[in-house]
Each structure stands twice: as C-alpha cells, then as structure tokens.
C-alpha cells in the first residue's frame, strides 16, 4: 500500500508539472527559445490573482478566468516585442534576454510584495481528499490539478493536429524557413505559440499556488522541474511532456519512500539518464506514420 | 501584362556581390529558365523574388506593385510560391499536413488536396506517412504540390531535378506542362540545363551576378550557351566533346 | 538588485512622535549608567564633530530566506536619523553610517558581501542577521580580517559549533547574541506536555544546517526527548524545496506521530501540511521551527494554522525596553505595521537590539575606530536591550550570550494575516506575560 500510494500521489503531481511544462516544450518547439522566466511567468500569475482577490474578493478559482487570458494576451505581446527580437540577436541573446526576464520579475515582485510567502486560499479543497484504498487518499487538489493537466494536453494535441493555426505551429516547429515559404506569418505564429505557453503556465502558477505557498524567487524549482519533464518526455512532443511529467513525479513520490532524502535526487538521476540513454526522450519519434 | 519585374537590383551573398544590377521582366504564361554555373546569382535571384533577402538596392515589382519589402509569406499570399532547393518538407509532419499548410494562404484557385493527388497519384497513398521517410521523388512532388497548394500566380522552381533518377525528373517536367497549363507562370532556375530549357519558353543564363545570354531556347545555340554559361570560350576540343 | 542601499529608509521615518512617545514609555534605567543620549549628543557636552563611524549590516533581504530581513528597512529607516547626529564618546560627536548589503540568501554570497565591506567600505563593525547561512560566513570573514562583529538571529550552536568551535574556543573578533536548542527544546516540551499524547514524535527536519542540528541524536531533540519518554518517528533528511511529502506523511500517519515537530523552511511547510491533511494526517500538536515564524505562512494554511506551535523570540508584549530609542515593544511593533502595512515579525527586535548593542559598545570602549577597544568592551557588555538583558560575561560558551525564549501557538485573530502568534508557555521566563495557554490541534487523525 505505500508503494501504490507514492505512486498515485507521484502520478498526480507529474500532472501539475506537466502543465508547467507544456508552455516551455511549445515554445522551445515552435522557435528553439528556452524560457528561463518561464516559471516566474507562472509565480506572477499567481500574484496576479491574489491582487485580484484582495480587490474584488471571493474564491481564488474564479481567477482563472481572468488571469489565463491575461497571461494569454501578455504572451502575444511579448513576443512580439522583445522575444522576437531577441531570436534575431543570435542563439545566445535569447538566453540572456529570458534570463534577464526572469531577474526583472523576481525583483519586481520583491519590491512590490515582498519576500513573504503567499498562498492562493481556496479553504478547504486544498485538503479535503478521497479515500480509494487503505491508507491511500487523494487530494481532491490534486486530482482536479491533473485532471486540468490532462484537459490540457488533450485540447492542446486537438489544436494543433486538428486546426489550421496549429498545423502552422507545428509546421514552424519543423521548419521555419519552409513554414514562411508556404505562406505561415511566421511573428503571428510565434506569438500564438507563446500566448499559448503563458495561459499554460499561468495555469500551473494557480494551482501551485493554491496547492503550496510562494514567494517572488519561487519561480526557479518550477522552471526546473518543468525543464526535466520535458526532457524525460521528449522535447516538442506534448503527450511526451504528460508522459514525462508523471514519470518524473513517480520517481520523485517513489525516491523519497525510498529513502527521504533522495526523492529529489533520484528524479534527478531519471533526467540524467534520459538524457544519457534515450535523448529523444521517452515518447520519442519511432513511427513511420506521422503523428 | 508584365507579372514580375525586377528594376535593377544588387544583392551580396555574404560579403560577396552575387547580382548586379540586375533588371528582368516576366510575362503572365511565360516559363523562364534561369541557367548559370554555382555561384553565378541563380539562388539569390529567388531569394530576392520570394523575399527572403532584400535587395541592397533596387526595387521588385509582382502586377506593377512594389513588394520590395514585403516579408516571404505576405508574398505568398500574393501568389509567389518557392519551391526551395533541397524540398524543405516539414519531416514530422505527414505528407496531407505538408500540403494542406501550403492552403495557409486561402488563396482561392484550381489546386487543392484532390487535384494536388490528381497531378501526383503516387503521393496520395503515401499522404499518412511522415514526409522524411518518402523517397527524394516523393518528396519532390510533395514539395511542389504544397506550393501549388497557395494557388499561385508565379511558381518558382529551385533545382527540382538535383539528386533524382531522369525518370523521375520527366515524369516532374511532365507534371510542370500541367502546371502551366492552368496559367501559372513558372521560374526554372536549374543546373540541369537540358530539362530546363527543353521546358522554357525563354531562357536567361546568368554569369557572375549579371545577364550574359537571353532569349528563346531555339534561338540559343549550344556554343553560345556554353561561353555563357563558363564566362570564356572553351575550345575545339570542348566543342567536339559536346 | 538592491544590494548595496544604504538604508533605504528617508529619516523622517523616525518622527518626533515616537520619541516623543518613547520618553514618556521611556522606563528608565536603560542601558549603561552614563549613557549619552544619543537623541541630543550636544547636551552631553560634545563639542567637537570625529571621523564618522560605519556600520556594516548584513541580512537576507532577497531569495528564501528574505523575511527574515524584511524588518530591516523599517529599523535602520527607523534609526537613521539617530545614528546620523552620531554618538558622543569623550567630547567628540561621531556620525554613524550604515551600510547596508544583501546576502541573497546564500553563504557564498554573504561572505563576499562582507569581505567588500572589509576591504572596500572599511567598515568599523559588521552586524549580521538571520540564520546560520549568513551569520556564519560573515562572521567568519570578520574572524580572519580582525573586524568586530556582532551577529544574532541564529541558534548559539549553529553559530559556534557551526564554525567549527569547540567548547573552549575563544573567537576573538566575533560574538552572538540568541537563544539555543535548549531553549527551544524546553519550550517545546512544554507545549507538548500541555497536550494529551502518546509522546510519539514526528520529525520534519531537512537536509541544511538546521535540521541537521535539530535532529540530531547527539546534541539535537532526539537525545533531549528520548530521556524523557518520547519516541522520535524519522523518516531521514529531506531536500528543501520538495514538491511531495507523502512519504513522511505515510511515516508520520503509520507511525502514530500525535507530535509534529520540524524546522522545514515556509514554502515546504506549507506543501507538507496541506498534503498532510488531505492524506489523513493532522497531528494533536505541533511546534514547528522557522516555517511557522512568520504571519503570512500562518496565512497560506488558512484555518489550518490554528494552534499550530512555534517558538517566540520577541513579540509586543515582552516586557523589554530600547535602550536607544526608550520605546517599549509594543510600540514598536505597533510602529511597524503602521509604517510598513504589514503584520509584525519576529526580527524586529533582534535588528533594533543590533544596534543597541553596537553603540552601547562604543560608548564604552570609549574610542571610536578602535578594534581592539571595541571588541574588549563588547566581551565585558551588560546591557538592558529590546530583547531582555544581555550579559556577555556568563556564557554559555564564550562570545555567546542568550536572549529569553517563550513558546507560541498561531491562533485566529484580528490581524492583517487573521493570525496571531500569543505566548502559550513560558515557564523559562515567567516576566514574559502568557497570551493564552496550549491548545490541541482540532480535528487531529491520529
């Protein structure tokens, strides 16, 4: 029973990094840029919501309605105004400028809130659970969190193989030079794609929110965690970032019953030795039959 | 009706200049093989056409209107389509989900999936599977039928033939007629001089980034196709050889 | 990156109504007998202005460990202009600057913090706060440059053993002022045996500085409790930052653990406890260390911080008094969150008791710019501060002196958080007035 229940509760926390993840895997495919703020994206998120409920009050859940499109529309501009410039600027200006993003959100939102931690209070549905066998309960937290990630992936995946704009993501994802040759507005569809990453990972900032507590420097261990899924999962390949997200928790949830300090650590060592062993990832491409 | 004009354009390849003042006019309905030796401005020319390099001076006119700084895919949407040497297929992307992103533009005309099959039938049996694993025909058809697929106006064509079987290259020449057919202007730049100028209606050979011969095929003779194309005369004993 | 503001406080933040309201608070008898009032130096006959005097002072104001520096704006702000007008030492005035640096919450960073204000600022003293992470590194820079340094917020053992000291270590240039496991275990105990339990313990402790010391079966709460008929469940250092905790809330649940006990850092508490709960684990009791010190991680738990334990270091209710300022604690917590917006924390005091013992030292070493002098006199200091009284010449180690701790439980209440931490034992130092007694968590599963 200890063992399943590390399990189960490592499945439901890959959920959640798998939201995080998926916004950075898209990003990366769709333009080859790592978002190093894009974990601080997602503690800004959060902070928005908590300006919104001192204001107007309420339960935290409704922010999700507001945050995600703002973060959507944030995404879009962005783009098109400083990450779009910075994919001029060669491969290492990209770094810089996302790693300088990330800087500038940390120490805005210190001077702004503070140091202190917050946490998005959604009373008792951040500890209520359902028994489901001796001694293994799961938060109801955490299941809605991964069943959302599922949503999420699931009608990320329907987009892009079943509509026109995400059949130019993934087209640009393959071949930027032979996407704009075939009439793709290559900006718009970077923008898109962005848009796309920051409602993803506004998302995930709520929930990590609601299921912990957060400070301005937060943003960091998620962007890590999200990074390894990705790479446990394989890079560009949603359903790969799902896959990699659970692996990860798994091996977290287990390491730790293991032995408490190695849980981090032996997540770890499976990012490693993905990335010694099978580079493309755990749902890497092998089929001859196209996606 | 001038469809494409170019009004004396220079453009560098690096540090190097790869056209000079270059000027060019093409009709609606022409076919025009651009000829030339490696390096001799025949990719550049396209690049400048389709907009994926700007001129450092000069300007490009599509139906009399300067698209000079128009960006590839507002081209596209224009009816320019570039068929870019080397196929450039989405490899992880199906062979149905590379042609229908040439329909990005929603230009309206006669190609779609259907006819696109049609024109290529050994493509449609493939259309589930991954374009990278298509054999180099396969994907060339691919590749001009996801640019047909914009509906355009002006075609280009860049080295379609490099790499294939003669076969292969006929049946493709082949498909062009049908191309053409239709109304579409095409442009040819080739190595494979042959096919090129068996296809054209008129024919540039380009040397050291300029203009050295133009006119219709017939009208040009190996000889002179041959100073052209080397920039000096090569001899009696090249002569004989060809 | 604010790391280099000099107190980034304007000094009208020091109003006259406070002093004002100081004077009257003002119980007398504060300090040395003797002391200039640093408020008017004029008046103690100065009559010549010296070379101004620097302070150096280093603190985690950004990165996790940031709220514990988040008093330090409101203090130094608060004390500015008292320091500017200076210290009067046998006639002549000398003006105080503070510098002010941040140690990012890192070791390495602190340490090179406080060699730039070494070498660079040439510093005549350094303060340093906030947990063995930063007073260690500075205190060891201070140790080697021959630079006095006066640290607190950091248990005494982590500060001195921590550096490698052994009971007869006599640091030169370095001293401390803060309570030590002990205390924290015997104010634990106390919370612990208010409640009925089965004396089964559950330990929360990480894999840093803190929770080695804490559990430790030598010298931390395991070879304390042990004697005393506690059983200690442990399920192993964890890594802080850990996103699941389901196996220690198995161990803890499966282990009967009806204590909770830990010195996680805030975020990781938070994680732990809400999972903990929604894993069928609420304990009878709980006294936990760090996380819980502040308001805002009462405020993350929600209702689920009621009766949650911690340990009390200072609060507006202690019955001490500034002996540079004359206000008493409630004053000036009640000053803090009036300026700042914000709940008061624990820090408060600790920072403004920096200072007072800094100037008390100056004054009496009786020479400005004096190392030696200064950390002689240090050695030799009693004084009255807003943390209780110190006394640097008892011990319990050399260059240690301890400050008075209570114990707290967070409970429901009428504050910027809804949280209130109230003073539930204090056996140890009966003056410190109790807030309430301890209570049991509700609703506990085990």
Known sequence: MIWLNAVVQGLLLGGLYAIFACGLSLMFGVMRLVNLAHGDIGVLAAYFSIILIEHLGGNPLWTFAAVVPVAALVGYFLQRFLFDRALDGGELSPLLVTFGLSIVIENLLQQTFGANDQSLNIGALSYQSWKIATDVYVGRLNVIIFVIAVIVIVGLQLFLSKTRTGLALRATADNRRAASLSGINPKRTRSIATAIALATVAIGGLFLAMRTSFAPTSGSSDLLFAFEAVIIGGLGNLWGTLIGGIALGIAQTVGSQINAADGILIGDLVFLAILAFRPQGLVGLKSEVAR | MTHLRLDRVTAYYGHLQALQELSLEVDQGEILAVIGANGAGKSTLLSLISGEQAPREGRVFFDDIDITSLAPHQRVRKGIALVPEGRHLFGTLSVEDNLRSGASTRRRGTWDLDAVYELFPFIAARRKHRAAVLSGGEQQAVAIGRALMSNPSLLLLDEVSLGLAPVIIRDLYAALQRITAEGTTLLVVEQNITEALAAANYAICLLEGRVVLEGKPDTLSQRAISQAYFGHDLGPSSKAAS | ?446
Request: charge should be negative; proline fraction near 7%.
């Open chain 3, 1 to 446: 990156m604010r790391n280099d503001n000099e107190s980034g406080v304007s000094e009208r933040e020091l109003s006259r109504r406070t002093l004002l309201q100081g004077g009257i608070a003002g119980l007398a008898a504060v300090g040395l007998s003797g002391a200039v009032d640093l408020a008017n130096p004029l008046a103690a006959g100065a009559t010549s202005v010296g070379k101004t005097i620097k302070f150096g002072y280093v603190s985690p104001e950004t990165g996790p460990l940031a709220a514990f520096g988040a008093a330090d704006t409101f203090v130094i702000g608060a004390l500015k202009s008292l320091l500017a007008k200076g210290v009067t030492i046998k006639g002549v005035t000398y003006p105080i600057e503070v510098i002010v640096k941040d140690s990012q919450s890192t070791d390495a960073t602190a340490a090179s913090v406080a060699e730039d204000l070494i070498k660079n600022d040439k510093v005549d003293v350094i303060l340093v706060s906030s947990t063995p992470d930063t007073t260690n590194p500075v205190s060891d820079q201070c140790e080697a440059n021959h630079v006095p340094c006066i640290s607190t917020v950091a248990p005494w053992q982590s500060w001195f053993f921590g550096r490698g000291a052994t009971p007869t270590t006599k640091y030169k240039w370095t001293y401390h002022f803060f309570w030590g496991l002990e205390d924290v275990e015997a104010v634990y105990s106390d919370i612990w045996s208010a409640v009925a339990n089965n004396k089964i313990i559950g330990g929360l402790w990480p894999n840093d500085s803190d929770g080695d010391a804490f559990a430790s079966t030598t010298t931390g709460f395991p070879s304390f409790a042990k004697p005393l008929g506690y059983s200690i469940v442990d399920p192993g250092r964890y890594t802080d930052l850990t996103t699941d905790f389901t196996a220690q809330i198995t161990a803890f649940r499966n282990g009967n653990c009806e204590i909770l006990t830990g010195v996680p850092i805030p975020p990781d508490f938070t994680t732990f406890y809400k999972q903990a709960a929604s894993q069928g684990y609420i304990p009878k009791v709980a006294t936990i260390a760090k996380a819980m010190l502040f308001p805002s991680s009462a405020q993350a738990l929600g209702s689920l911080a009621e009766n949650i334990g911690t340990e009390y270091w200072w609060g507006p209710t202690h019955p001490y008094v500034s002996s540079i300022t004359k206000q008493n604690c409630a004053h000036i917590a009640a000053d803090y969150e009036k300026k700042t917006g914000d709940q008061w924390t624990q820090p408060i005091g600790f920072v403004h008791a920096l200072f007072e013992v800094a100037i008390a030292t100056l004054k009496s070493s009786g020479q400005a710019h004096n190392p030696s002098a200064f950390v002689s006199a240090l050695s030799k200091l009693k004084l009255n501060t807003i943390v209780g009284p110190l006394d640097w010449t008892k011990g319990p180690v050399p260059n240690v002196t301890k400050t008075p701790l209570v114990g707290g439980q967070w409970r429901a209440g009428n504050t910027q958080s809804g949280y209130a931490l109230v003073v539930v034992t204090n056996a140890q130092h009966p003056n410190i007035p109790l807030g309430g007694k301890p209570e049991a968590i509700a609703g506990a599963t085990v």
